[in-house]
């Protein structure tokens, strides 16, 4: 079965700092995963995704993530945390063909010190 | 992309009482999901909505406590039957007919029960 591990459920970085949110993923087959920002009182926004091709993903905001079938991961990263990343970040996997919903990571909190 | 309007957005309930929310998408489609978070937690998925037949739910979920309807393509309900104290959390309808198993997401239901 699919399972999907975020570590830190909760990260604090400085304004202008790196942002390095860690998942890690099981799966028996290759997997499609997502990377998704849930704002306070709102639904889930597709921040990126990687399915095939290049394991670099660049997405919404600056973010990106790199996909690394031989440590199982799919980091989430931002070279400058500005104060409106201040939010939930979930990590997201598809690895079996033939289930169509998505298993969730935990979640990791980020807040954005000024 | 499908934009998803959920009803209500947020309630509050009475202990032994039931809830039935309302997903509409803006357009056709075949994979629908209902995921519930609980407060400060993931996404868990309830279960499938198929259109035309009974619901596909997940382990410890049942169709007495959380049954779903999904008259057509564009729309489903989930309703939380008997509730208690517990079903307090956030329920999330979602959408998702790519191949490479991007959701979309609606803003979701609050629900708290007293």
């Known amino acids: 079965a699919q399972s999907v591990t975020q570590l830190g459920s909760h990260v604090s970085v400085s304004e202008g700092a790196l942002v390095l949110l860690r998942c890690n993923y099981s799966s028996s087959v290759p997997p499609y995963l997502f990377w998704y920002v849930q704002y306070p009182n709102q639904g889930l926004q597709l921040l990126l995704k990687?399915?095939?091709?290049?394991?670099l993903v660049k997405g919404i905001n600056g973010f990106e993530a790199e996909f690394k079938k031989s440590e199982t991961s799919f980091h989430l990263t931002k070279p400058s945390a500005h104060m409106s990343d201040a939010a939930e970040y979930f990590c997201?996997?598809?690895?079996?063909?033939?289930?169509?919903?998505?298993?969730f990571g935990s979640g990791t909190r980020l807040q954005v010190q000024p | 992309s499908a934009v998803i309007s959920q009803k209500p957005s947020r309630d509050i309930c009475q202990r032994g009482t039931s809830l039935t929310i309302q997903c509409q998408v803006d357009?056709?489609?075949?994979?629908m999901f209902w995921y519930r978070q609980q407060p400060g937690q993931s996404l868990t998925l309830i279960a499938t909505?198929?259109?035309?037949?009974?619901?596909?739910?997940e382990s410890g979920f049942v169709i007495d406590k959380f049954p779903i309807s999904r008259p057509n393509l564009t729309f489903s309900t989930l309703t939380v039957s008997n509730m208690s104290p517990e079903d307090s959390s956030i329920y999330l309808c979602?959408?998702?007919?790519?191949?490479?198993?991007?959701?979309?997401f609606g803003e979701g239901s609050r629900l708290t029960v007293l």
């Open positions: 979602s959408v998702g007919d790519r191949a490479d198993g991007e959701l979309f």
């Open positions: 997201a996997a598809r690895g079996d063909t033939g289930r169509r919903a998505l298993t």
């Open positions: 357009s056709q489609v075949t994979m």
């Open positions: 990687y399915t095939t091709g290049a394991t």
């Open positions: 909505a198929n259109q035309g037949s009974e619901a596909t739910y």
